[in-house]
């Protein structure tokens, strides 16, 4: 199984960016999805779940500003982040779970920096 996250960049103050991860080797509708991010210095937190009926759910500090998707056509998950601050600034993963097997699988991370 490979999750192949993108999307990350430098953006200002109140941007915005779309993350995406692809996934590839595994049946993607049986996977739960989510968004984690990871600072410097600190652990990595998640940031925004979706289940397999696309149930989702927020950290607090994004609601109202990140929406995380799916689209099983494309096995992909989307991270789609607005009026980003700097405090969002941090490496973000993509995590895939299995329930049915009970295996969890991670991304190798995209980069989000946001500068003041």
């Known amino acids: 199984v490979q999750l192949q996250a993108s999307g990350g960049g430098l953006v200002q103050a109140g941007g915005s960016l779309r993350l995406s991860c692809v996934i590839s080797g595994t049946i993607f509708r049986r996977n739960a999805m989510a968004w984690y991010r990871q600072a410097p210095g600190k652990q990595r937190d998640v940031v925004a779940t979706?289940?397999?009926?696309?149930?989702?759910r927020y950290v607090d500090s994004v609601k109202g500003r990140f929406t995380i998707s799916r689209d099983n056509a494309k096995n992909t998950v989307y991270l789609q982040m607005n009026d980003l601050q700097p405090e969002d600034t941090a490496v973000y993963y993509c995590?895939?779970?299995?329930?049915?097997?009970?295996?969890?699988?991670w991304g190798q991370g995209t980069l989000v920096t946001v500068s003041s």
């Open positions: 995590k895939a779970s299995d329930g049915s097997i009970a295996r969890d699988y």
């Open positions: 979706i289940t397999t009926s696309s149930i989702t």
